[in-house]
């Protein structure tokens, strides 16, 4: 079974500055789907970036990217400049296409402050 | 182009009552998946419907809990006979396939924050 691991339970970075968020996930697939999630008090789930297992660039997203070490099976994200805005849940998740179901897998979230 | 409309946005049961929660999917978004968060945790799958079909229930608890996306109106999640421990807050999510076309995302509604007295 697919699984997902966020190590860093919470993490506080200052405005303007760069922070990066873990993630690792196990399959035995080759073929799938990783994604970033936002989840501020609001309790809105807001997808902040998205990348391709068969992809081997970085998927990018304005002051959002990740680093996606494919063989590690690590994808971490790397918010910069970051603002009072970003403060939130932060959710890794997985998404298998063989299995035919394309659920997601999430990981248990790290918890981002950012100080002003 | 409104999006995925979760109601209601709060729900309130005593133990032992039923709680039904709805979902519209955006738009054009024909198949459906309901998610469990429970407090301080990540978001669990429970259940993923296209119109009038479960396609996959790997994640409803075996009793109390059932899901629908009828042909016509919204899908719903129902919970017969709550417990506390079913306090959580229930989120509904669509897609307009089923990642046939690589992967795309799911659109996730706003929540139902479920709480049992």
């Known amino acids: 079974a697919q699984t997902v691991t966020q190590s860093q339970p919470e993490m506080s970075v200052q405005e303007a500055e760069t922070v990066t968020l873990s993630c690792t996930y196990d399959?035995?697939?080759?073929?799938?789907?990783l994604f970033w999630y936002k989840q501020p008090p609001s309790r809105q789930m807001i997808l902040v970036i998205r990348q391709e297992a068969y992809k081997q660039q970085n998927a990018t997203e304005n002051r959002f990217s990740v680093n996606f070490q494919k063989a590690a099976k690590s994808f971490s994200l790397k918010i910069s400049d970051s603002q009072l805005g970003d403060t939130a849940m932060y959710f890794c998740a997985f998404m298998n296409t063989t299995s035919g179901t394309y659920k997601y897998i999430f990981g248990t979230g790290t918890r981002l402050k950012v100080l002003a | 182009n409104a999006g995925v409309m979760q109601n209601p946005r709060h729900l309130v049961r005593r133990r032992g009552q039923e709680a039904r929660l709805r979902c519209s999917p955006m738009k054009g978004h024909s198949h459906v998946y309901w998610y469990r968060q429970l407090p301080e945790e990540g978001l669990k799958f429970m259940v993923y419907?296209?119109?009038?079909?479960?396609?996959?229930e790997s994640g409803m608890p075996k009793e109390r809990f059932s899901a629908e996306f009828p042909k016509e109106g919204p899908s719903i999640l129902r919970i017969q006979q709550v417990v506390r421990g079913d306090s959580a807050a229930y989120f509904c999510?669509?897609?307009?396939?089923?990642?046939?076309?690589?992967?795309?995302?799911?659109?996730f509604g706003d929540g139902t924050r479920l709480s049992i007295l």
């Open positions: 419907l296209q119109k009038e079909n479960i396609i996959d």
């Open positions: 399959t035995s697939e080759s073929n799938y789907y």
């Open positions: 999510a669509s897609s307009p396939t089923a990642g046939g076309s690589g992967g795309l995302p799911q659109h």
